[in-house]
Nanobody
């Protein structure tokens, strides 16, 4: 069984920064791509950023230049540094990981979500 636990959300003023963390645990052999998604009220869940096992990042246009994704493979952890936050960044942020478990099953796993609220 694999679990993803997010932390680091909260309420901040526009222009400030937050750092999200997501730690994966359980019967993990390897984690492929890890990513952050977000869902605002009344909107569909969207990709914010992702990073391959080798460290290659990918960003949504709306966060390029403001957000940075990184990962620590030894800790099975992915981070999202969010700078210059805007009110439109307000959403529940979800961690996602493509995990190969110790039985060689491959599956997508999600965290429980962490609320990020940016006030104007």
């Amino acid at each position: 069984q694999v679990q993803l636990v997010e932390s680091g959300g909260g309420l901040v003023q526009a222009g400030r920064s937050l750092r999200l963390s997501c730690a994966a645990s359980g019967s993990i052999l390897r984690i492929n791509t890890m990513g952050w998604y977000r869902q605002a009220p009344g909107k569909q869940r969207e990709l914010v950023a992702s990073i391959t096992n080798g460290g290659s990042p990918n960003y949504a246009d709306s966060v390029k230049g403001r957000f940075t994704i990184s990962r620590d493979n030894a800790k099975n952890t992915v981070y999202l540094q969010m700078n210059s936050l805007k009110p439109e960044d307000t959403a529940v942020y979800y961690c996602n990981a493509g995990v190969v478990d110790t039985k060689l099953f491959v599956d997508d796993h999600w965290g429980q979500g962490t609320q990020v609220t940016v006030s104007s």
